[in-house]
């Protein structure tokens, strides 16, 4: 079968669209950001059939820390098990090797669940080392707030970078930010545009952080179930109001510590309680 590949347009939306209803469900994030990822001075790469129709696509994107992020590696239905996938993540990691031979990326990373084993087969013959991981937690898909959006005390706030960088969250992650199925490294330059984009929030007294490109993930500074529980609620309302996916969040192995109780709030993991969110990255 005769692929092309090159870069993806802005009319290839309804070919991603098509791409994404057979992913999680319906509930991909990918058309919610495919205008900005087509705009924006990454490269969003795509592989095309005989008749143009876009049946896969793979993102390199440019974090302000220096890192090239792949992300979005999607692959139609009805191509898969035909090495699309894996031609789009080898040339996707080679543009993103020209930048860093330019100087203009520090490293590329990329992060994959536990289960995507051809992702991680794949990416770790390419040289990819696994630098972190954590776990993935969030509710039954059906779950309902069981709070009301008055009931909650919402405020945004501003940070500076010493002040994140004090943060004993901060400290146990290691200077990394984990939202939205991204870790980027803490710099003076990602805490402004979090600031900018009202990142900080404060829900009842508690503080954290949170991201929506089309879903929710949030975190809590403090390892505390409620404050956890008041997270998700208030989030889960926007995600319904939005008509989005429910809103997760993560937690470090060493976290579990809190497991019973996030259990009796409903919580669950997407792999039994086990690290199953693995970032990865080569330089």
Not at 61 to 70: I, M, S
Not at 127 to 151: A, H, R, T
Request: aromatic share 14%; with cysteine.
């Amino acid at each position: 079968m005769e692929i092309i590949y090159k870069k993806v347009k802005a009319e290839d939306y309804g070919d991603i669209l098509d791409i994404a209803k057979d992913i999680w469900g319906g509930s991909d994030y990918l058309p919610h950001v495919f205008h900005q990822w087509v705009e924006d001075k990454g490269y969003f790469l795509g592989a095309y059939n005989r008749q143009g129709k876009l049946v896969g696509c793979s993102k390199l994107t440019f974090l302000l820390d220096k890192t090239g992020w792949l992300e979005g590696l999607r692959v139609h239905v009805d191509y898969r098990n035909l090495g699309i996938g894996k031609e789009l993540a080898k040339r996707t990691l080679d543009i993103a090797k020209n930048f860093l031979q330019k100087g203009e990326i520090e490293r590329i990373a990329f992060a994959t669940h536990v289960t995507n084993r051809e992702s991680i087969h794949i990416n770790s013959r390419f040289g990819y080392q696994k630098i972190w991981q954590n776990i993935i937690v969030s509710k039954d898909d059906n779950y309902l707030p069981k709070m009301k959006k008055e009931e909650f005390k919402v405020e945004h706030f501003q940070m500076t970078y010493q002040e994140f960088m004090e943060l004993e969250y901060t400290k146990k992650h290691k200077g990394l930010i984990s939202l939205a199925f991204r870790l980027e490294k803490a710099t003076e330059e990602v805490i402004a545009k979090m600031n900018k984009k009202g990142q900080f929030i404060s829900i009842n007294g508690y503080k954290g952080m949170f991201e929506n490109k089309g879903e929710i993930s949030f975190e809590s500074f403090e390892l505390n179930p409620e404050a956890i529980h008041l997270f998700y609620e208030y989030f889960s309302i926007i995600a319904k109001e939005q008509d989005l996916q429910l809103p997760c969040t993560t937690l470090l192995e060493e976290e579990l510590i809190i497991k019973d109780q996030l259990v009796q709030y409903d919580f669950e993991t997407w792999y039994d309680w086990q690290p199953d969110y693995f970032y990865y990255e080569l330089t």
